[in-house]
């Protein structure tokens, strides 16, 4: 079946780095653009990046703008987001998501910035 | 920066319709998806592209739109549709993607 599964998370400290993960099976991945959405907790959800599926375009919420780096291994089927200078306010529940629909998520990896 | 407007609650009782609006100066030209969160969970993609419905989504979910405003409506409302839902879009500058603020549906 179609399935997204993120790894890499953890706690780091303020102004470290981080790189999660996302590892897609079950559908032609190459094919969809692909995303990473988190959710801070109690929050709402709010879209953090996209890479096109040919890893030819990227964008990024203002919020990570600078910090933040998407990229994909698309003959290893994963997509990562490289995460700098982490602040207190990036500590969310990280998802990644499949196409302009986000038909597809996976089930989250937490991410803690805390002294 | 781009926003979408969500109510933050809405409350029906069993059987009733939920009538959930989005509200985005873009929305006439960007598609609207929307998605259900229900507590402790991962969103579930219940609209595409305005008024599709993913397969396996009950037929008692359906989109329409209206100038600026998207509405998603759940006829005959169940217990178990008791959730936040969210709706999703791009502005008109580029492929950034926001989200609504999120509405928490309560079923009494």
């Known amino acids: 079946q179609e399935q997204l599964v993120e790894s890499g998370g953890g706690v780091v400290q303020p102004g470290e780095s981080m790189r999660l993960s996302c590892a897609a099976s079950?559908?032609?991945?190459?094919?969809?653009?692909m995303h990473w959405v988190r959710q801070a907790p109690g929050k709402g959800l709010e879209w953090v990046a996209v890479i096109w599926h040919d890893g030819s375009y990227t964008y990024s919420a203002d919020s990570v703008k600078g910090r933040f780096t998407i990229s994909r291994d698309n003959s290893n089927n994963m997509v990562f987001l490289q995460m700098n200078s982490l602040r207190a306010d990036d500590t969310a529940l990280y998802y990644c998501?499949?196409?302009?629909?986000?038909?597809?998520w996976g089930q989250g990896i937490t991410v803690t910035v805390s002294s | 920066s781009y926003e979408l407007s969500q109510p933050p609650s809405v409350s029906v009782s069993p059987g009733q319709t939920a009538t959930l609006t989005c509200s985005g100066d873009?929305?006439?030209?960007?598609?609207v998806y929307w998605y259900q969160q229900k507590s402790g969970q991962v969103p579930v993609l219940v609209i595409s592209k305005d008024t599709k419905r993913p397969p396996g989504i009950p037929e008692r979910f359906s989109g329409s739109t209206s100038g600026t405003t998207v509405t998603l409506t759940i006829s005959g409302v169940q217990a178990d549709d008791e959730a936040y839902y969210y709706c999703?879009?791009?502005?008109?500058?580029?492929?950034?993607?926001?989200f609504g603020g999120g509405t928490k549906l309560t079923v009494l």
């Open positions: 998501a499949r196409g302009d629909a986000m038909d597809v």
């Open positions: 079950g559908f032609t991945f190459s094919g969809h653009g």
């Open positions: 873009a929305l006439s030209k960007q598609y």
């Open positions: 999703q879009s791009a502005d008109n500058h580029g492929p950034y993607v926001v």
